[in-house]
């Protein structure tokens, strides 16, 4: 099985059992403050996913980390997580499960380019209309590309709607390129 698609169907069951214990918020955050740890300390995560460290000890820093801080069916999941041997998917399962999240509640997160730096107002308006467009609560991730020129370019999912004007220009330019030209008259 991919490794993505394996990190997903565990992040499912963390969902199951936040959901089940209505843990939704508590989980988001914990993964999000375990996702943070791993990518802030590398010898952590270098710790956790090394085969000459035995399961148990792994289990005991987890225990010794994090008890306390997050929920204990979250820290639960995470030694059973350790006893299967997928540790080295935690980071993922994070990024999986807060899509989970996102997806129950409504959100969807968009990846946004403009060509030039947004104020306020622009990106709430953008936040604002996606909204209404997608028929959820859209999180726009602002980037800035001037290659552009001008327009937008909205990425979410797997789709792409580009209404940049480098593609209008390049679009006229390909018609202009194909259109036929008129016909010279007989001198």
Known sequence: MHETTVARTYAEALFALAERHGLQ???AAAAEELA???AAEPRVRLFLESPAVEPQAKKRVLVLGLRGRVPPLFLRFLLLVVDRRRQHL????AREYHALLDAAQGRIHVQVTLAREPDERLEEEIASELSTL???TAIPHVRVDPRILGGIVVRYDDRVADGSLRHRLVGLRRRLLAAPLPAR???
Request: proline fraction near 6%.
């Open 185 to 187: 008259p007989a001198s």
């Open 90 to 93: 935690l980071a993922e399962i």
């Open 25 to 27: 918020a508590e989980f």
């Open 134 to 136: 997608l028929g959820r």
């Open 36 to 38: 943070a740890l791993l």
